[in-house]
């Protein structure tokens, strides 16, 4: 199938592809009375004397915003707020399909960091979460930041944590079918913007003790020109010795590959430097930075990619339903590290015997977002 | 019934009243190609090259925001954003109800005029207009004013024009019964917030030519204490020899009141000195400034209220699911005044023979927003 032309005409056919539904019958004077005035009231009444009842009596218990500025849109680029809307629709009904999670769409016509920072704040009263989507890094990383700060509603940039959860829950597996400990694998991660970073922090934080992170420079090294107040604490972490090269050196003898970087960017003979049963994960879409048969043919033990029509997607609606749908229901304030960790481990328990072609669950696998958004709760 | 109880449990019930819905089939992976990643590159790509896409290809189209800062929700008061949801929730119902426009609460964590306008700005790309809601007087003036200035979609403070719209056309049809023209009656305004202001302002601009405008303090006059620039303007308009009174003395002899003011304001003895066949629209709600019976057995030959249990109910869903429908089937940039009169007009035709106890259409008949759509988008 063309996916571009079909998606384009259902696009024009339905006009977008998500709709506001009423739950209340409106086909009666009474029922307009008890919908709209003057019965309505009453649940105003009762919030202005407790804020706190609004989760109970409104949608905001149950709905989050999906927020973009438009600046990191798929593989786009800097497509803006109008251009970055049908991916925002589509994660909506994303979150609708997969956890009831009922999600909208707010594209900003600004890309100022302190303007999104502001602005999410002021509409946020009508929301139980905030989805960060598509935000550009370095300023994505502040724009979250301050808004779990500022915000006392949930707040998750999906680019950064949603992808880091699936890629955890993959490399659980996958790690259990070569039958190495996530403690003992050197982890070379390529590519330091929104999905980069986010996966790098995740994979440390758990349990990971060697990784090596590299950007389009090169290995992330304090010191080193075009390094960013993110880039360098994480180099602190990873490479107190500041040591520097490129793809081909860092991947010597390495475990793992994690690349969210450009098409073709490894090599058979990268594949082939790497450790004994290596495990691969090439994320780049739709074209992988290796091909699946070429890794497997060099000696790759282990390939994920993040395609469909491969084995082993990793595909972040496993993550980003469940994971709101678990903050709503626990009404909880903030997305914590150790919940993240919690929802990988739930993520790689569905699939009970990993294989080499299959380490992580489908996205269509009943109750998904029942096991993370479950997962996530029991952190709390 | 009794509709607080029963609106506070269904709120409960169903946690607000409204929900996201997919239009688009998401049960395979081929679905989720064409909704999502990588199918939907493609209609990013195509409004990238031209943002006016967004119209054709996303929920932009057919979607209103329905924006509040809760400074004046119903006739409860600055209650604040949360509180003021369940309206906003309402809202968006009717508009999808009665007009299928789409439509989400924006419920405002801030009151001031610049951050509301700023906001709203910085949200407008996702939107296909804006309904302005439950926002106090004079802020609301303002912020109409400038979103209307600034932004590129259509504007409207629902409070103010809605209603008018709906009194309008039920106005023309009283005159219709009584036999007067909309040219040389009198009109007495009670009250002087945001639906007093709409209401005399657009009945200023279908032809009324003699009106006297009150607030609390009594007739609106140039140099008066506790006047604004609103006030101001409207009372150079009317009253430009700065005649100052109270109700009893502004009401005697007048043909039309119009009351958006409180309970039981208007006594029998007023009633009785207004001219003949006095038409009465008494719209403090749930209690009118004088109940149809009392005004009716002192001499009125037309009583509308804001009451769904009398006859002629002032209800402002008549008009706004409508206005915006064309609004947004017109791609109009400006709701402008000659459109709520059309729209006022196409309405009051609805009923073709009025009576004393029929100026106004019901809400649930058939094709009311067609009917207001289409003369919304017959001026431009």
Chains 1, 2 share one sequence.
């Not at 009423?22 to 105003?44: F, H, K, M, N, R």
């Not at 997969?98 to 960091?113: E, H």
């Amino acid at each position: 199938m063309d996916y571009n032309k079909k998606s384009l005409e259902i696009h024009e056919e339905k006009q977008g592809k998500m709709e506001i539904r009423s739950t209340v019958p409106i086909e009666t004077t009474d029922d307009l009375s008890v919908a709209y005035t003057p019965g309505v009231a009453e649940p105003c009444r009762v919030i202005a004397e407790n804020k706190e009842r609004a989760w109970d009596l409104t949608i905001k218990g149950r709905t989050i915003a999906v927020v973009t500025d438009g600046s990191a849109v798929l593989g786009l680029g800097n497509i803006g707020p109008e251009a970055g809307l049908p991916v925002m629709e589509g994660k909506a009904i994303l979150f609708k399909h997969f956890a009831n999670v009922d999600a909208f769409p707010i594209c900003l016509d600004t890309q100022d960091v302190d303007e999104i920072v502001e602005t999410v704040k002021r509409i946020a009263p009508g929301f139980g979460g905030i989805n960060l989507e598509d935000i550009a890094a370095p300023a994505c990383f502040e724009v979250e930041r301050r808004l779990i700060e500022e915000l006392d509603i949930p707040v998750m940039h999906d680019d950064q944590h949603g992808t880091a959860v699936v890629v955890l829950a993959g490399l659980m597996n996958a790690l259990r079918v070569v039958g190495k400990s996530i403690d003992e694998v050197t982890v070379v991660m390529n590519g330091a913007g929104a999905g980069g970073m986010g996966i790098a922090n995740l994979l440390l934080d758990a349990g990971v003790t060697s990784m090596k992170m590299l950007d389009s420079r090169g290995m992330i090294a304090g010191g080193r020109e075009r390094m960013n107040p993110y880039k360098d604490a994480l180099a602190a972490r990873i490479n107190p010795s500041a040591e520097t090269g490129d793809l081909a050196h860092a991947i010597k003898d390495a475990d793992v590959f994690v690349g969210v970087s450009k098409p073709g960017l490894v090599t058979e003979e990268m594949v082939k430097s790497m450790g004994d049963k290596a495990i691969i994960f090439a994320l780049s879409n739709p074209i992988p930075e290796i091909m699946p048969d070429i890794a497997l043919a060099a000696g790759a033990a282990v390939v994920a990619t993040g395609r469909s029509d491969f084995p082993n997607q990793v595909n972040n609606v496993l993550a980003f339903p469940g994971i709101f749908k678990g903050a709503l229901e626990g009404r909880l304030k903030t997305i914590t590290r150790e919940m993240l960790v919690a929802a990988a481990e739930a993520l790689s328990k569905m699939v009970p015997e990993p294989t080499a072609e299959e380490i992580m669950p489908s996205p269509f696998a009943p109750g998904v977002a029942e096991v993370v958004s479950s997962a996530v709760k029991r952190v709390v």
